[in-house]
């Protein structure tokens, strides 16, 4: 079942539902909801974008924010669920603490679904990744993905074999700066045995220079995985263009991820890399439709 990409919109009653993921839709959100209530309908907001009062500011007069709205993420895919919110590690580049917080909220109730997206699922107590785990047991129901993932610094032995008596999909975690070097391969040598599509690491780029960042792509590469590239963007970003820091230039940013994101690192180095065959080269490699809400920032670390 594919994703929203991005706005999930919904009618109950009188009532329309907007629940945006990325702050670079507020334009459409913000003509979408004038549009409910010119048919007269009380128009609510809410979503991952909504998470800072000057993208609030953006609907105001044209919709009530709700910043919680029970199981949205049902409407963006209804094979997605979440069993907590929030995040302790607090990256600053990732919105879930501005959002969520940094402590856990458990919803030990959450609705069994095969994919998961959790902020960080081994960093939730122990006992809760057992619940989480005989939930899924109980009902029946696979485990396909665990969208957000791991985190290195926590994704240790103990937490691999408790996860993957239902984990069906790959193993998700992130690769975001130089200091995560020494997790994130032990990480990768405990995953030895699982297949390189099965070890999908985020790399963050643009956060770094560029020869700090390739240098991570090329690790997890060599480390017998598969990076997820994503361009750093600002968390209030009103269009979907990556923010060019350090050496690095937005069109940069945007070859280095189409290179790495469709699987060109195969045939051909960086440096020879020309945007042309790239283009071609993306008619025949799918999408990884499965990267979810968060496809061009990194949720779990
Ligand atoms: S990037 Fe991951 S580990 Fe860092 S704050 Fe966000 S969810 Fe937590």
Not at 146 to 155: I, L, Q, W
């Amino acid at each position: 079942m594919a994703w929203s990409k991005g706005i999930a919109e919904w009618v109950e009653g009188e009532t329309a539902y907007l629940s945006v993921a990325f702050t670079w839709h507020l334009d459409d959100v913000q003509q979408r909801a004038a549009m409910h209530r010119a048919l007269g309908r009380r128009v609510v907001a809410g979503g991952p974008a909504l998470f800072h009062p000057r993208m609030r500011a953006v609907l105001e007069g044209f919709a009530e924010i709700e910043a919680d709205y029970p199981d949205a993420i049902a409407h963006h895919n209804p094979e997605a669920t979440i069993a907590s919110r929030g995040c302790p590690v607090g990256c600053w580049f990732c919105i879930v603490p501005a959002m969520e917080g940094r402590e856990f909220t458990l919803l030990p109730d959450f609705p069994v679904r095969p994919i998961l997206c959790d902020n960080n699922l081994s960093a939730l107590p122990a006992d809760y990744q057992d619940h989480i785990i005989s939930r899924y047991v109980a009902e029946g129901v696979p485990l396909l993905d665990a969208n957000s993932g791991f985190e290195p610094r926590t994704f240790t032995e103990e937490v691999y074999r408790r996860w993957k008596l239902i984990n069906q999909g790959p193993w998700r975690f992130a690769f975001d700066d130089q200091a995560e070097r020494a997790d994130v391969q032990r990480v990768m040598g405990m995953l030895q045995a699982e297949p390189a599509s099965k070890k999908r690491v985020y790399v963050l780029i643009g956060n770094e220079p560029f020869e700090a960042c390739m240098e991570r792509i090329q690790e997890v590469i060599g480390w017998g995985g598969q990076p997820h590239v994503q361009p750093f963007v600002k968390l209030t970003a009103r269009e979907k263009a990556p923010h060019a820091r350090f050496d690095w230039t937005a069109a940069r940013l945007r070859d280095v991820a189409r290179w790495a994101n469709r699987f060109l690192w195969r045939s051909v180095p960086f440096e020879e890399y020309d945007r042309a065959s790239a283009d071609r080269a993306s008619r025949a490699v799918p999408h990884d439709a499965q990267q979810g809400l968060f496809e061009t920032r990194p949720v779990a670390g």
